[in-house]
């Protein structure tokens, strides 16, 4: 198993803390974190940041960027994305491929419960047509340098990938694209994970472990609460997904992920040793 955490998350466990970021770094990598989840903007503002990470003795697990392929070309940043993460040696990227107007997003969430209803509603939308194009175009590009692209479960109403039948959409209206499961993310929509996995299960090509509290619900939302917490405290079922993605020979990182933690030095040691403990004991059985 190899673990990451956003790098978002340093950031935040600096200024609660007061320690600099290079200090919590190598706390990251004592904790048995290898790689960091970092955006591509934070890559292209800060020229320290590599050896920053190369110093602490961690790569990069993947790049993430907000797109808004539905209204205008992306073209010239998708060559910086897919470029960046051939300079850091990423194996993938994460595309964020844009978002839909709220009446739009209204009418999605409409057909949300049928996937039939979802590819009709998907097939006869301008931007979604314009994100499809968009993803087809990031993903030749990627592919001449090895790189994969990956979309996640997002948790916002407008985002055209906010629920199961939506994701399912698009990884089969786009070849070649990959599936970034992040955990806790469905259950903004109030839609179970396990369910989830089981369709979108054979495009998983990156996993985000995001646990989730039984506090601050979405509006509009029927979910459980969205708090965040250490991975393995929430009421979702990561040990369960980590051991059925292991079964299947997934050998790829589970990034840490519980953005705005109050404490977030001390959520990421334990989000590490909760993984790790999953490790062993999948060691201890074999």
Known sequence: MKISVFYDHI???????????PELLCMCRQSGIEGVEISLDALSENSKIPDMLREAGLTVSCIYAFYDMGNRDEEERSKRHIDMANRMGAGRILVVPGFLS??????????????ERTAEFMEHNASVRKM????CSIIMRAN??????????????TSPLSRTNGVLWFLKNVPGLKFTLDMGNF?????????????????????HCKDRGEEAKAPGGNNR????????EGYLPIGELVKRLQKTGYDG??????????AQEDCIRRSAMFLQNLLKEKEENE
Do not use: M, W
């Open 132 to 135: 499809t194009a968009g993803l």
């Open 253 to 262: 990182f589970f990034a840490i992920e519980h953005f705005d933690a109050p």
């Open 187 to 207: 259950a903004y929509s109030g839609e179970n994970v396990t369910e989830a996995y089981e369709l979108l299960g054979d495009y998983v090509a990156h996993v």
């Open 144 to 157: 001449r340098k090895g790189i994969e692209v990956t979309v996640e479960d997002f948790d916002g109403r």
């Open 225 to 232: 609460g969205l708090r965040s917490v250490a991975v393995g």
């Open 11 to 21: 950031l935040q466990a600096a200024e609660q803390s007061g320690k600099a970021i």
């Open 102 to 115: 709220s009446g739009e997003s209204e009418k999605l969430q409409d057909c949300c419960e049928s996937y």
